[in-house]
């Protein structure tokens, strides 16, 4: 069992950067592979990023490659997701999971352990 709080969110300027953190309790949570998923207004949940517990390889949905980092600190039991460049569109609820996989999934069932989710404004 792991259980996840995420933290971080707020409202910011379009082009404005954010941190979220997941801090993680239970047990094993170095040997999780850790996401983060976002779900806007009216929208289904969708993947944003992930990393394994092997080596730190990480995974990134197009629609945000190149603005958003991945990292996690296990000796923290935390993992982060750094926002950059920021665009109304990523205005969301982002939640933090977990899944048993060894190996990057984007789907939500593949993730059994959620977060309750933290709200990300971003104004134009």
């Known amino acids: 069992q792991v259980q996840l709080v995420e933290s971080g969110g707020g409202l910011v300027q379009a082009g404005g950067s954010l941190r979220l953190s997941c801090a993680a309790s239970?047990?094993?949570?170095?040997?999780?592979?850790m996401g983060w998923f976002r779900q806007g207004p009216g929208k289904e949940r969708e993947f944003v990023a992930s990393?394994?517990?092997?080596?730190?390889?990480?995974y990134y949905a197009d629609s945000v490659k190149g603005r958003v980092t991945i990292s996690r600190d296990n000796a923290k039991n935390t993992v982060y997701l750094q926002m950059n460049s920021l665009k109304p569109e990523d205005t969301a609820v982002y939640y933090c999971?977990?899944?048993?996989?060894?190996?990057?999934?984007?789907?939500?069932?593949?993730?059994?352990?959620w977060g309750q989710g933290t709200q990300v404004t971003v104004s134009s």
């Open positions: 999971a977990a899944s048993p996989r060894h190996w990057h999934v984007v789907k939500t069932y593949e993730y059994p352990y």
């Open positions: 990393i394994t517990w092997t080596d730190d390889s990480t």
């Open positions: 239970g047990r094993a949570f170095s040997l999780y592979l």
